[in-house]
């Protein structure tokens, strides 16, 4: 991998001691610092490349009118071997990630940010007005992807409907596992399975 790509496209890690082996990909150092305003993903079908080119385009145009977006191919699950499919299935990924032929990413970020530190302080203004410019960004890739979903990983903190967009349908048999496993539903995380119910309270005696 490492001699088989430009070298500018990876950064080393230049620390003493440290293996030839420990290297990433370099546009994801200004990840280091960033204070996100605003990141929202939507899985593709491969239908809309395939059947409905000129709409897909129009969408991803109007898209770009409020905000940049990226496609990445490699994270569609489209056209994976049938093996793997069969194993991935299994998992609790969502479905629609299956006939994927890309994920859509958009995000506003601020560089250096970090909130709490003076001088470095996050531009809040400056930052909500990005995250509405996201947000309609994506509404005409919503609307050309019902029923789709967006991935858990790199996704709107305020997701619409999470928990079809994150897991699909296999949400209700996760739920179903998580109150079988955690029937005080005391491990909760922002939009994880469960969370939408509140914890189990002790009553003092």
Known sequence: MVGRGPPETICRDDR????ARNF???????????????????WIPRSLFEESPDALAE?????????AAELHVNKGLWGMPPDAAERE???S???????AAALLLMASFQEHAFPG???HEPDRVTGAANALQVGEAMKPIRAITPGSGSYLNETDYFEPDWQHSFWGANYPRLLEIKRSRDPGNLLR???GVGSESPPFVIAET
């Open 59 to 67: 969408a991803l145009f109007d898209a770009s009118r409020h905000w």
């Open 117 to 119: 530190v003076p001088g």
């Open 24 to 42: 990433w990909w370099a546009a994801n150092q200004f990840e280091v610092s960033w204070y996100l305003d605003a990141y929202q993903s939507r």
């Open 16 to 19: 003493p001691g440290q293996p």
């Open 189 to 191: 995380v922002h939009h």
């Open 89 to 91: 299935r299994a998992t």
């Open 93 to 99: 990924v969502n479905p629609a990630a299956f006939d």
